[in-house]
């Protein structure tokens, strides 16, 4: 079992920045990558930006360059600063743990960000 507890989240000027925190506990030697996810209203849920467990990083196209996720292993910590953010950007983001690719992944509670124009 893994636990994800994301923080970070909040209202923002377009513009603004704003640090996304998914703390993880429990199994977290089985992570074999996590991964930041977002859900706008009435759109699918996307990735943002993903991190394996060797640092090889990934991010969706809409926020290269703005986005950066990076991990604290000390703090069993993953985190997404988000700069120059756009009310496009306004959605549910939610952390993702991924044990097995495909068959066994742990989802946080996800958390609000809102950027105003």
């Known amino acids: 079992q893994v636990q994800l507890v994301e923080s970070g989240g909040g209202l923002v000027q377009a513009g603004g920045s704003l640090r996304l925190s998914c703390a993880a506990s429990?199994?977290?030697?089985?992570?074999?990558?996590m991964g930041w996810y977002r859900q706008a209203p009435g759109k699918q849920r996307e990735l943002v930006a993903a991190i394996t467990s060797s640092g090889s990083t990934n991010y969706a196209d809409s926020v290269q360059g703005r986005f950066t996720i990076s991990r604290e292993n000390a703090k069993n910590t993953v985190y997404l600063q988000m700069n120059s953010l756009k009310p496009e950007d306004t959605a549910v983001y939610c952390c993702?743990?991924?044990?097995?690719?495909?068959?066994?992944?742990?989802w946080g509670q996800g958390t609000q960000v809102t950027v105003s124009s």
């Open positions: 429990g199994s977290i030697f089985s992570i074999k990558s």
């Open positions: 993702k743990a991924v044990v097995v690719v495909g068959t066994l992944d742990y």
